[in-house]
């Protein structure tokens, strides 16, 4: 089993810039990616960027070239950098764990509780 714990949510300003973490624990040497998603009220859960065992990174086009995703595997933490925040990035941000790839219409094995993100002024 895998533990996920969201953390680093919170109110910004657009263009505004936030760092969201996720720490996990438990079963974690399989892992084979682990990926950002988020939800609004009222819309689908999407998957917002994805990074693999190897470092490979992938990002949503509505947030590609803002958001950053990374690894410190010394403290088992995922983290996304969020840059240039806008209003339609307001959302519970979740952060999921696959012993498998992570791709839209897949199915994360694991995931945290969220972490709200509003961007308002």
């Known amino acids: 089993q895998v533990h996920l714990v969201e953390s680093g949510g919170g109110l910004v300003q657009p263009g505004g810039s936030l760092r969201l973490s996720c720490a996990a624990s438990?079963?974690?040497?399989?892992?084979?990616?682990m990926a950002w998603y988020r939800q609004a009220p009222g819309k689908q859960r999407e998957l917002v960027a994805v990074i693999t065992n190897s470092g490979i990174t992938n990002y949503a086009d509505s947030v590609k070239g803002r958001f950053t995703i990374s690894r410190d595997n010394a403290k088992n933490t995922l983290y996304l950098q969020m840059n240039s925040l806008k209003p339609e990035d307001t959302a519970v941000y979740y952060c999921a764990a696959d012993l498998g790839p992570i791709y839209s219409g897949s199915r994360p094995d694991y995931w945290g509780q969220g972490t709200q993100v509003t961007v308002s002024s």
């Open positions: 438990g079963s974690i040497f399989n892992i084979y990616a």
